[in-house]
Each structure stands twice: as C-alpha cells, then as structure tokens.
C-alpha cells in the first residue's frame, strides 16, 4: 500500500470514527490537567525546520555520543547507524551495520534506537534496541563498543546481550533506550502487538510487555545481562507469609510476580521517551490506538511504580471508547489529541535546554509522524498544561534528539505501512534541526 493510499484511508477511517464517535458515544470529561492543542503557551515561540542531512534509509532516531566530537548518530531502521560529522557530512562508512541481525521487514521493526554510556567517552559502550531476525523479531538490547583504534566505527566482536523480549506479534515494540539522571538505563517496552492488548500485558506485571524498564547495565549475574537496581518500585523482598502484623500498605507493595525491571506499566507503545536535562522530569509519547494519542510526564521526584492506564485507558478515555461506567485508571496524561483532527502517531522530540534558542527553553516539544504537525507544551502559572500548535509540515516525523548542547534534532521519513516492505525501497529520509524560525527558513 503507498503512502497516498495510507493517507487517503486514515482520513477515511478517521471521518468514520468521528461520526461514529459523536453520535453514540459521551465526550468523557477531561481532567483539568490534560492539554489538548488549542492551548496558549505563556511565551511568544516561533520554530523551524533546517535540513541538516538527508539520504537516509528510514531513519528512525538521532543521537549524540556527548565525547566533543560534534558527531550526531542516525538510526536506520534497517539496522544501521550512519554518522553525520560537526560539519554535516554523511560519512560513507556506516559506525554500525547489524542488517543480518535485524528484521525489517514490517514497519514497526527493525533497529529502534541507540544510546551511548553515560561515561562513553572512556568506555566506549553504547547500547542499541531491535527486532532480531533469529528469535522471530523478539526485541533484543545489546551492548557494543566503538573500536579503539577508530572512534567512526563500532567494534562488533565486543557484542553482549544485555536483554530478551519475547515478542508474540510483530508491532508494538517500543524501542526508546535512555539513560537517565540516575545512571540507569530506561526502556520503552511495547505491549507485544495486535490491537487492543490482546494478550493483556499493560496491567500483568509478570511480563516485561507495555512497560517503562529501569535496569542497570553495569552489573550483571549469571541470568541477567543487567543488574535490577535496589529501589525499582516492584521489587519484591523475600519474607516469611504472615497473615498479621504486616500493614495494609505494605500487602499493596507486594506483588510476588512482578518483573523486578519494571519501572512504570500501563503503556501501549512508548516509541519516544525524554529526560529534560534540566529538571530530571521524563515525558513519555505513548502511541494510542485509533482514537487518541497521549503524553505522559514523570515528575523528577517519581519512585516509579506509575500505571499509565493502558488498556482500561486511551488518553483519558476509556477503552473500547463504548465501554459504559467504565473505571478511571491511573495517571492521566498532561497531553492528548484526537485521530480525527490532529494525527495518528505521537513522536516525542524532547525538551529545549540549550543556548542557541533562548524562546524555546523549556518547552517540551512533540510531533505526529501521520500529520507532520508540530506542538509545544509547558505549564501556565497556574499549573496547567498548555499544547500549542507551531507548525503544521509535510514531514514525517520518526524519531528525535538532542546534540551536547542541547539543540532539537528530528529524523523524518515517508515509510511505507502494511508490508512487508524493503526500507530502501522508501524514499529517503532526512534529519532536521529544530530551531527558532528567525534562525533559518521554515520547512514546508
Ligand atoms: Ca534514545
Ligand atoms: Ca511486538
Ligand atoms: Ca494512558
């Protein structure tokens, strides 16, 4: 199926939605801190695309190694990173070619991301997230080094499986890897795939599916290739069964089949998370299913253990949207938007903290890879979330991040849905700076 095709039966499916959503179904009320675009921010913000790269094979991510080099590092779906130096150049020779590894061939597989070592620059350890063709597109993260003797290449014989995700159906995996303030890395993990959780993975916390991971790459044992930090909120100690004398609070901690990696649950597919390098606070873009898309925000001070609702809840809707008295489940996200009017498809950029573009500091960012709009979001002063639209593009946004100083980048590509597809059949790709639109000229 072309693009055009996909569009044409996105909007058609999306006007069908809408009539049968207006006319049989209550609009639920919306708590008073979930934003929907329409809103103001606070400041006046003007933003643009600048091409910095193209030519690239569905990529899907942008990185930076934060070593001084000035290098950004684009994630092919395909299964390579390509580098694109401080002066904008491709370099030919990829850092990174795992193809054989990787499947790709439905959309939503392939290499999702790659994250370097919080002290990269004299370990040289980086991590990368993908659908692996030998174990039937189970998620696989693998640690890699780059060579000693050539930082432009990476070192595949130092390959170590750091984890297996058993994947029972080929969409809906994630794929964010990113380390946070903590030093620990966390994982944006899918709920398996088909529609509608079918095998009900975002409220079973025995299984690693529809979850945000937090595991430690430093340690390992002889059964994990990471480490379980102490204060992950599932982690069930080993005591003795009393019936008395353990409070009520305590038997709501204990949850003897919980996976001890889970940091949060609840989540569909977190495609994109962020960290604001500023605040520690972590906003989490959950794609949703024919209705809704969500932006979740995880204060700094969180002790995890947040359940994202998913899939009692699309957003702040019920799920299905006809289910009747049905439950309010877990947080609620700060942001949401609706198929019929602004996209299909969440892609979080992150939040502005460097020095280029002082009008942007703070404001979370995030796109939609179906309608190429563009949203900024913050808090007004009185608390509540604000969602503004500042671009509407003909881009596809795919993936996102951030240079060492701090500067938005945005890969985009106009993929193919439905396949299977050959990613270097699509046309090619590119990478974008976000910018403050005095700065440059505004893309479509
Ligand atoms: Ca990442
Ligand atoms: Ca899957
Ligand atoms: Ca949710």
Not at 42 to 69: C, H, M, T, W, Y
Not at 117 to 142: A, E, L, Q
Not at 236 to 248: A, D, H, N, Y
Not at 309 to 336: D, Q, R, Y
Request: net charge negative.
């Amino acid at each position: 199926m072309t693009t055009q095709t996909f569009r044409h039966l996105t909007s058609t499916l999306s006007l069908t939605l809408a009539l049968s959503f207006l006319s049989t179904h209550w609009i639920h009320a919306q708590p008073a801190t979930t934003a929907r675009p329409g809103g103001k921010l606070s400041r006046s913000i003007q933003v643009s695309l600048e091409k910095v790269a193209d030519g690239f094979a569905d990529p899907v991510n942008v990185v930076s190694p934060r070593d001084g080099s000035g290098r950004l590092f684009v994630v092919e779906r395909p299964g390579v990173v390509k580098i694109v130096d401080k002066d904008g150049q491709v370099l030919k020779r990829p850092f990174l070619d795992i193809k054989e590894t990787v499947v790709s061939s439905f959309l939503e597989q392939g290499l999702y991301d790659l994250e370097f070592h919080p002290d990269f620059k004299n370990n040289r350890k980086f991590y990368v997230h993908y659908s692996d063709m030998w174990f039937n597109g189970d998620s696989f993260i693998v640690e890699y080094q780059a060579s000693a003797d050539n930082p432009n290449r990476a070192d595949l014989d130092s390959v170590r499986v750091v984890m297996q995700i058993e994947q029972p159906y080929s969409n809906h995996n994630g794929g964010e890897l990113v380390f946070g303030p903590d030093g620990y890395l966390y994982i944006g993990s899918g709920d398996g795939g088909w529609e509608g959780d079918v095998i009900g993975a975002g409220q079973d916390l025995s299984t690693l599916l529809a979850k945000v991971l937090r595991i430690d790459v430093n340690t390992s044992s002889a059964d994990r290739g990471y480490g379980i930090p102490g204060d992950n909120p599932m982690i069930t100690p080993l005591q003795q069964m009393v019936l008395f004398g353990v409070s009520e609070e305590r038997f709501a901690q204990i949850h003897p089949n919980a996976r001890p990696e889970i940091w949060a649950y609840g989540v569909r597919n977190p495609v994109k998370m962020t960290f604001d390098r500023k605040t520690g606070d972590l906003y989490i873009a959950d794609v949703g299913q024919n209705h809704w898309e969500e932006i979740n925000f995880q204060p700094s001070n969180s002790q995890g253990g947040e359940n994202y609702g998913w899939k009692f809840m699309c957003g702040t809707h019920p799920f299905p949207l006809s289910a009747k008295n049905a439950p309010t489940v877990g947080v609620m996200p700060i942001g949401e938007y609706s198929h019929v009017t602004d996209g299909i498809c969440v892609i979080g950029i992150g939040v502005y903290r460097g020095t280029k573009y002082p009008s942007m500091d703070g404001v979370y960012f995030v796109a939609d890879w179906g309608s190429g709009k563009f949203w900024g979001m913050e808090r007004d002063q009185a608390g509540q979330w604000q969602m503004q639209e500042l671009l509407d593009t003909e881009v596809r946004p795919t993936g996102a991040g951030e240079d060492e100083d701090g500067t938005l980048y945005v890969t985009t590509a106009t993929s193919n849905y439905g396949g299977p597809v050959n990613p270097y059949d699509s046309e090619p790709g590119a990478l974008w700076r976000l910018t403050e639109k005095s700065k440059s000229v505004a893309a479509q």
